[in-house]
């Protein structure tokens, strides 16, 4: 039975061949080596190791043509990377095991050699400057080699004759087909008229005079929209993530169904996600050990389990590997929003500026190649001025963002109320006849003073999109009973699981009716 391997070399000969392809030298330069470059080719290779997924743009640009490489071990290589594909998932680890499989890893310099092909790469964003060096390398050696045959020919036949004429026709041909495939594809050139029909419905369509997407929550002047990045930064302990997963039950509810919201929380376990989503959702804390509360506790289950997935790990995560996981989720699952909470727990040190804008411009292309909405969560500069600036690294993740969010909590407030609490405490510990009327009255009209102060303050202080509002804020309320955000200071909680299953049966009576 023949296999993806019968065209690979063999091992006992391997050595000998890339022995033999050293020597091939030019016979008018025998101090020559033909043209090739052995950096950009490991680039190449280190390249597809860090991002497997680049494979398919490697192939797009060399075609099924393996002698683009010089160099015999990197063919090898290349041609593995392929057949490992075909069958699974592609990193150093199932790589090496088919090679030595084959009896061929020694052959390419081992374990160490595939190793070092990363390690050789500063960043796979660099991935065309590598294919264009050995593409040119090759071209060149291609030349090489057909007017190397074309001088033999000419001194064995003593002149230019009709063979000479005809075979050096042939290889202008071949030439021509070489050039012409491993050009780059423009998929990315595209004339106006190919975005007539979005532009059309932005004029025409039936869409009202609002920013078009998923609203959030809250009453706020931004539309969650696909092929955008929203940084949501603010201070450590100011109620950035909670806001995010109150935000999630909204966005995942007006989504179609099959699609889904994910988070990536490396703080804090998935069950303990869970239970906060569930408050927020039922708007308790509270679930009677009754029939009606294990009901009630199944239904929100159920709900999530629909809606939202998340990324299962705690601790420092690798980049590539969460990047790897969105975008399986967005091709295979029907995720459309995504959340990273937060961006300093990626494996990106705060000083490796180079590495925070490659994942940064990773993030965003995802967003846009997937049609998806990324949520990024990053602290902010203590000693930096107000502003974007504030962001950690802004001039790398702000520049990438489509919108930036941040979130400010009235440390005030908090701070007043512990206060006034502390000094109620003290009054009402004194005899009944040393307490001052007074005294008790102020503190309480203070405290309901404090009360009535907003909790949380979100500003938008980016959104690109023409036609939008930029620096929006908005104040609202926690209500920390049920983990909510209110826009007026008196609201309730609200069990959104009996609001909207109660809105759907509505809808459904309406139509009924409307049919009948």
């Not at 393996?66 to 069958?87: G, N, S, W």
């Not at 592609?90 to 190793?115: F, N, P, S």
């Not at 590598?130 to 090489?144: C, M, P």
């Not at 990438?400 to 979130?407: E, L």
Request: with cysteine; hydrophobic share 40%; glycine share 6%.
């Amino acid at each position: 039975m023949s296999s993806e391997f019968d065209n690979a070399i063999p091992a006992e000969q391997f050595k000998d061949a890339r022995r033999r392809k050293a020597n091939l030298v030019d016979p008018t330069r025998t101090d020559r080596l033909p043209p090739h470059s052995v950096e950009a080719e490991q680039g190449v290779l280190g390249c597809i190791l860090l991002e497997p997924m680049l494979f398919s743009q490697v192939e797009e640009r060399f075609g099924a043509n393996d002698e683009v490489f010089y160099d015999l071990r990197h063919r090898l290589v290349f041609q593995t990377m392929r057949a490992v594909l075909v069958k699974g998932a592609l990193d150093l680890i199932t790589l090496q095991q088919v090679l030595k499989d084959r009896q061929q890893l020694e052959g390419i310099g081992g374990l160490a050699y595939l190793a070092s092909l990363p390690d050789a790469v500063p960043s796979a964003a660099n991935l065309e400057y590598y294919l264009a060096i050995v593409r040119e390398k090759y071209l060149a050696r291609l030349i090489v080699q057909q007017n190397t045959e074309m001088v033999g020919q000419v001194m064995a036949l003593g002149g230019v004759t009709e063979p000479v004429l005809a075979r050096l026709e042939r290889h202008r041909e071949a030439f021509e087909v070489e050039l012409h495939r491993g050009a780059v594809t423009p998929r990315y050139i595209k004339a106006a008229g190919d975005f007539a029909e979005e532009v059309w419905a932005t004029f025409f369509g039936a869409q009202s005079n609002e920013i078009p997407g998923y609203t959030l929550p809250i009453e706020f002047k931004l539309k969650i929209r696909p092929k955008e990045v929203t940084l949501v930064t603010g201070d450590d302990g100011c109620g950035k993530s909670t806001f995010l997963n109150y935000c999630c039950i909204h966005l995942a509810q007006q989504m179609p169904e099959g699609e889904k919201v994910m988070v990536a929380s490396f703080e804090e376990p998935p069950e303990a996600q869970i239970w906060g989503l569930t408050v927020q959702l039922c708007g308790t804390r509270e679930f009677p050990d009754s029939n009606a509360g294990q009901a009630k506790f199944r239904s929100s289950m159920a709900w999530l389990h629909k809606r939202i997935l998340f990324y299962a790990f705690m601790g420092i995560a690798d980049w590539r590997d969460v990047l790897d996981s969105f975008r399986y989720a967005a091709k295979n699952l029907g995720v459309k929003v995504f959340v990273l909470d937060s961006v300093m727990r990626i494996g990106i040190q705060d000083d490796d500026y180079a590495a925070q804008g490659l994942v940064a411009a990773l993030f965003g292309q995802f967003a846009i190649e997937y049609g998806v909405h990324v949520f990024l969560v990053i602290h902010e500069n203590k000693g930096a001025d107000k502003g974007k600036a504030k962001v950690r690294g802004s001039k790398l993740w702000t520049a990438n963002a489509s919108n930036v969010v941040k979130i400010e909590r009235n440390m005030e407030k908090g701070e007043k109320l512990d206060d006034i609490k502390a000094e109620y405490d003290e009054l009402m510990a004194l005899p009944p006849g040393k307490r001052s009327a007074g005294d008790q009255k102020k503190l309480e009209e203070n405290r309901q003073y404090w009360r009535e102060k907003w909790d949380s303050h979100a500003i938008l202080l980016k959104q690109r999109r023409k036609g939008t509002q930029q620096n929006a804020s908005k104040f609202f309320w926690y209500d920390w009973r049920c983990f909510q955000f209110k826009e007026h200071r008196h609201e309730q909680p609200v069990d959104w699981l009996a609001r909207w299953a109660k809105e759907k049966a509505a809808q459904a009576v309406a139509t009924t009716d409307g049919h009948e």
